[in-house]
């Protein structure tokens, strides 16, 4: 059933090539630069739109801000992410206009429901991002837009991050050309990337021997801390929230050019650091950011992109070149990661202590 794994997560992380392909599926034309979602928005909607807002919780919640940073860039279009829990529709703002995304991989989060269903209360139009077919949140939303990830069973999230946020790289190229805000020549350069994402993995997932020596000397660690700068922000904080969850240690993810302002004060050399330093992640800054960390004594850990060369790095993890998906698939080294530490402490990694798969409470 787990396909030879010990685990589900590992069986899951190993399986995302195929969930990104599947994902994927004959939803992009890369020639023509376009994508097709199967999506009926109403007539002139996507051209008058002012705001998108996504509401979502844990991995579902960093997901979403890849995604803001995707649309501003390439749509246009101003894009906000609220934690469910704490989600209004707030004044100022024209239903009509604003667009409400709710992404959940289970379709059952009672945070995430709750906020679509004061976002529908307040007349905005809805949308949902989910794994689930015939779950709740597709029955509240105007509309929905499945990951097809297939069946995750680890209660850590792993390939449904993966598909969310290459579902809705799909949409923002959606929305960029249908509000004439993103030309056939950079919607063909985003798509190439997307289509070249299931193969990147696959090289990552080759590097596992890599990440399992980094883990054990790392495994005894105070705390684990996790920096980036853009698209490496989010998946700095999902890297954090993987390796917590699952091996119960000390880990926090900041923003790269934040450790200075107050988290230095904990890096020791018992505190690796894990960056990304890839396109798309500021890597430079970063890099220096990191260099600080190193003053400091920590072990530094960077996700770089193929052929760039860095130096003194502790461990320097390579992904290949595909623009601003690169931290989506350093993401995968941090998922690993996580795994490994857990599985050498012996954790219950697929079912880890006082966490359940879909949060069914407020
Ligand atoms: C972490 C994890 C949780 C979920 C969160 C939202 O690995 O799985 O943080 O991401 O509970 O769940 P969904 O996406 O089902 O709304």
Redesign the pocket.
């Known amino acids: 059933e787990k396909g030879g794994y010990e685990h589900y997560m590992r069986k899951e992380i190993h399986e995302q090539p195929s969930a990104l392909r599947q994902t994927l599926s004959s939803r992009l034309d890369v020639d023509r630069g376009e994508v097709d979602l199967d999506l009926d928005f109403p007539q002139g909607y996507l051209e008058s739109l002012e705001e998108i807002q996504f509401v979502?919780?844990?991995?579902?919640y960093y997901a979403s801000q890849y995604t803001a940073q995707l649309l501003e860039e390439f749509a246009d279009v101003r894009a906000t992410v609220t934690i469910a829990s704490e989600y209004e529709f707030e004044g100022g703002r024209d239903p009509w206009r604003t667009l409400v995304v709710a992404?959940?991989?289970?379709?059952?989060?009672a945070d995430?429901l709750g906020a679509i269903r004061r976002a529908a209360g307040a007349g905005a139009r809805t949308l949902a991002v989910t794994n689930t077919l015939g779950s709740t949140v597709t029955r509240e939303t105007n509309d929905t837009l499945f990951i097809r990830a297939g069946p995750e069973i680890g209660?850590?999230?792993t390939k449904?991050f993966a598909s969310q946020v290459a579902t809705l790289a799909l949409l923002t190229v959606a929305i960029g050309r249908g509000r004439g805000a993103l030309s056939t020549a950079d919607a063909r350069d985003v798509l190439e990337d997307l289509r070249a994402l299931p193969g990147a993995v696959q090289q990552v997932l080759d590097e596992e021997e890599q990440v399992l020596a980094a883990a054990r000397e790392y495994q005894d660690s105070d705390a684990f801390f996790f920096v980036g700068r853009r698209f490496g922000y989010p998946v700095a904080l999902e890297g954090a929230?993987?390796l917590k969850?699952i091996s119960y240690d000390h880990a926090e993810g900041f923003a790269a050019g934040e450790l200075k302002h107050g988290p230095l004060a904990l890096v020791s050399d018992q505190t690796p650091v894990l960056a990304v330093l890839t396109t798309g992640a500021d890597g430079d800054e970063t890099r220096n950011n990191l260099t600080e960390a190193q003053t400091r004594r920590a072990p530094a850990i960077g996700v770089v992109t193929a052929g760039i060369r860095t130096k003194s790095l502790d461990w320097a993890l390579e992904v290949p070149a595909v623009g601003v998906f690169e931290p989506l698939v350093a993401n995968v080294y941090f998922q690993m990661f996580a795994y490994h530490i857990a599985n050498l402490k012996e954790r219950s990694i697929d079912k880890p202590r006082n966490l359940a798969k879909?949060?069914t409470v407020e």
Do not use: P
């Open positions: 979502a919780c844990g991995t579902s992404v959940t991989q289970s379709g059952e989060t995430t209660v850590a999230a449904t929230l993987k969850e879909s949060v």
